[in-house]
């Protein structure tokens, strides 16, 4: 099947009461893990790429790579997603090139590190949603600041400070007519999130509930979604690397918000940790192999497992099959009609 909008998998996912994951991708490896995985359990997925993943690929590898996934697992609905596109003219370049999907993350300033204004925030997305509704594209915006900054799409300040204010979630969404929102409760993008296992308080959840209350059908995005399992993080130590204590998103907590309106959940760290242990292993117990399939095969074999497991855990396991793809080009014209 082609590749599909992610506003279909998210409604989808709203009527089957389920999450669907969206995994970040930059090469070969990270979208043949995803496919199998979705093929193994059976789940519509979302891939998504980065301002830094289309760079580090140049994107049309990684548009024809997406290409062949749709051919290689015809029975897989799957969305291609911007991640945190920093301006309009991004966002217009994805759409260009054949996204189903873009995040126009206007909470920060084009620099991806600045809070933004609201004005700002309103003006920038409903020019992207403007764009990409006439040709059946859909948009996630954001509003609120995610804390962290190590990998440029955060602000540098307490995951806190910036939390999401249901007033203004509400107004946002009137204001621009997004598709999904992505909202801040308290997670950070990366690996050292929480120095201790945050409870639902630590990561407001509370705040969640209020704002799904509020726009009960606007699909809600957790970003910073990795959950960051001892066990990854021990592979990679035991095996020469130095990573801090830490701990992520724990994932009884993205459930409770799964029950609570979120349909997107967003996570890249977990996988980078899976591939990166698995070849710290085998660089480290066989020092005399060179040939990169020696220890990308395994890689790729520990991030299948981790998409296959959280697949499981936000639902979307077994839905693959439940519906036929609407094209971009009819989800247009249900856009320009107002069914949407
Ligand atoms: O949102 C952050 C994702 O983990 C992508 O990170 O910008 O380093 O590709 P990146
Ligand atoms: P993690 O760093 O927690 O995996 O978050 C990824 C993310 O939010 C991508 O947009
Ligand atoms: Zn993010």
């Not at 925030?121 to 995610?146: C, F, Q, Y």
């Not at 440029?152 to 007519?177: N, Y």
């Not at 399939?293 to 936000?314: G, H, I, N, S």
């Amino acid at each position: 099947m082609p590749m599909v909008s992610m506003r279909q998998l998210l409604d989808e996912a709203a009527k089957g009461g389920y999450g669907v994951g969206a995994f970040n991708v930059n090469n070969m490896e990270q979208i043949q893990a995803i496919m199998e995985a979705a093929r193994e359990t059976k789940s519509p997925v979302v891939i998504q790429a980065s301002r830094g993943a289309r760079a580090y690929s140049n994107d049309r590898f990684l548009y024809h790579l997406m290409l062949a996934a749709t051919e290689v697992y015809p029975e897989i609905p799957v969305a291609l997603h911007l991640d945190h596109g920093n301006s309009v003219e991004t966002c217009k370049s994805a759409i260009e090139m054949g996204f189903t999907s873009v995040m126009m993350d206007g909470s920060l300033m084009p620099d991806g590190k600045t809070p933004s204004t609201f004005d700002y925030n309103v003006k920038a997305t409903r020019e992207v949603v403007e764009m990409a509704h006439a040709k059946g594209v859909t948009v996630e915006g954001e509003i609120g600041v995610l804390g962290g900054i190590e990998d440029g799409h955060g602000a540098g300040v307490d995951a806190l400070s910036h939390v999401t204010d249901p007033e203004q979630a509400e107004e946002f969404v009137k204001q621009t007519g997004l598709d999904a929102l992505a909202i801040a409760i308290g997670t950070s993008h990366g690996a050292y999130k929480f120095t201790r296992k945050p409870t639902g308080e630590v990561l407001k959840m509370d705040r969640l509930i209020e704002i799904h209350n509020r726009l009960k059908t606007t699909h809600l995005v957790m970003h910073g979604s990795s959950s960051v399992p001892q066990d990854l993080q021990d592979i990679i130590n035991k095996y020469g690397g130095k990573l801090r204590p830490t701990f992520g998103v724990p994932v009884e907590e993205i459930q409770l918000g799964i029950k609570n309106g979120v349909r997107k959940v967003n996570v890249d760290t977990d996988n980078r940790l899976a591939m990166t242990g698995a070849i710290r292993k085998v660089l480290m117990e066989t020092p005399e192999k060179f040939d990169p399939r020696d220890y990308l095969k395994p890689a790729r074999e520990a991030m299948k497992k981790v998409v296959a497991l959280r697949m499981t855990q936000f639902g979307q396991a077994g839905h693959a099959g439940d519906y036929q793809p609407i094209p971009i080009s009819e989800m247009a014209k249900k856009y320009a009609a107002g069914k949407l």
